[in-house]
């Protein structure tokens, strides 16, 4: 009976130890992974120094998506065109936010993107999925970008007096398109010059 008694509980705890450790950090939404939305292999991976000073808001100027099935089929074709058209690595993005409410992994914590030339290497490049131009985004997509920022400092992975920045404030594009911008100068951290 002892016997069994153990075995059970070495089971139980492996198999804690394997949910445990695909479960978010704490405090920290859950991201899809580049393995979910089923993510090329970069051509090279660049790493950049950590925590990074600034957050920069891109939207994609592309169609919205709503569902996770036409978020990821974006993600995807974001990808491919990075890489193919503009002959980047990899996506361009660190992390995406779809019209689902959801994060999606770019390059990643830790990795250079290819988002803002002259910023890559000392920023995140959040990507809000969409043309926000003349549409606000939805209160699910300012969710998660206010609690990825949040995760991003709990984590060390920003620094605690980050800059928040538009893409237009950087290099000359409308991105992330007018409505996005003026919502980000409502929220924590936003910077009116860099």
Request: some cysteine; overall charge positive.
């Amino acid at each position: 009976m002892q016997r069994v008694q153990n075995s059970f509980v070495l089971i139980i705890g492996i198999v804690g130890v394997f949910v445990a450790g695909n479960e978010p950090e704490p405090g920290c939404p859950p991201i899809v992974s580049r393995a979910e939305w089923s993510a090329r292999p970069p051509k090279a991976i660049t790493y950049t120094p950590f925590p990074v000073d600034k957050a920069i808001i891109i939207h994609t100027a592309t169609p919205q998506c709503t569902t996770p099935d036409q978020c990821t089929e974006r993600v995807r074709s974001t990808q491919q065109f990075h890489m193919a058209e503009r002959n980047f690595n990899d996506i361009g993005y660190t992390f995406l936010i779809g019209g689902d409410g959801r994060i999606y992994e770019g390059v990643g914590w830790h990795k250079t993107g290819a988002h803002t030339r002259g910023y890559n290497s000392n920023s995140l490049g959040i990507a809000f999925i969409g043309n926000f131009e003349d549409v606000l985004p939805s209160d699910a997509m300012m969710n998660a970008l206010r609690n990825l920022l949040t995760c991003g400092v709990q984590q060390g992975e920003l620094k605690r007096d980050y800059k928040l920045l538009g893409h237009r404030q950087l290099i000359s594009t409308i991105s992330p398109g007018k409505k996005l911008y003026e919502a980000l100068q409502k929220m924590p951290n936003w910077a009116a010059s860099v």
